[in-house]
């Protein structure tokens, strides 16, 4: 990103290149939907573009660009006021070897993952399925690390409630 920053524009392609499944992956499970989660990667890597000069080597890259993602995110958000919707390749294709309890268990918790509020599925996104670490996303959402590990528990007993909610089951 200090290429770019520098001037060197063409190292954009290389950042594109390391990171849109990423970022494609991340929204996708926090929109519901491939057509908006590909906007967004877009959006994001024109913000990067645009706003390059803010980067700061210092804070690392990764949180840097989840900082422009999550505001695009929340710009699309008030602009669309979003009905969520879930994609068919929400996490890619349904592997042959599932047995079919296994892919409804997977999408039980697909839907319940939709069903949060919004700053709730991020931490689990961010968390469990882009791995970041807790250090990470408390320099992201520029708060204590331990605050993140306390959002991050209730997110999944929120989670967990909204699974067991969906399928009827009673907790364990």
């Known amino acids: 990103m200090n290429a ?4 060197d524009e063409r190292k954009l392609a290389v950042l594109f290149e390391r990171h849109h499944a990423k970022l494609y992956r991340y929204y996708l499970r926090m929109t519901g939907s491939s057509q908006a989660s590909e906007d967004l990667v877009q959006e994001v890597f ?5 706003y390059r000069e803010t980067y700061r080597q210092e804070y690392g890259f ?13 710009d699309q958000m008030r602009k ?9 390749d929400w996490d890619g294709p349904a592997r042959a070897e599932k047995s079919l309890d296994d ?10 993952l939709l069903r949060l ?7 689990l996104v961010l968390s469990r399925f882009q791995g970041m670490k807790y250090e990470q996303i408390a320099a992201l959402m520029e708060c204590e690390v331990g605050t993140v590990k306390v959002r991050v528990f209730r997110a999944m007993q929120a989670l967990r409630e909204q699974f067991f909610e969906m399928t009827g089951r009673k907790a364990s």
């Open 4 to 7: 770019v920053r520098s001037g």
């Open 46 to 50: 024109f913000r990067m573009l645009k």
């Open 80 to 88: 669309r006021k979003w009905e969520v919707g879930l994609a068919e």
């Open 62 to 74: 990764t949180t840097w660009m989840y900082r422009i993602a999550r505001t695009a995110h929340i």
């Open 103 to 112: 892919r409804q268990e997977i999408e039980f918790v697909k839907r319940a």
């Open 117 to 123: 509020p919004p700053e709730k599925r991020e931490l």
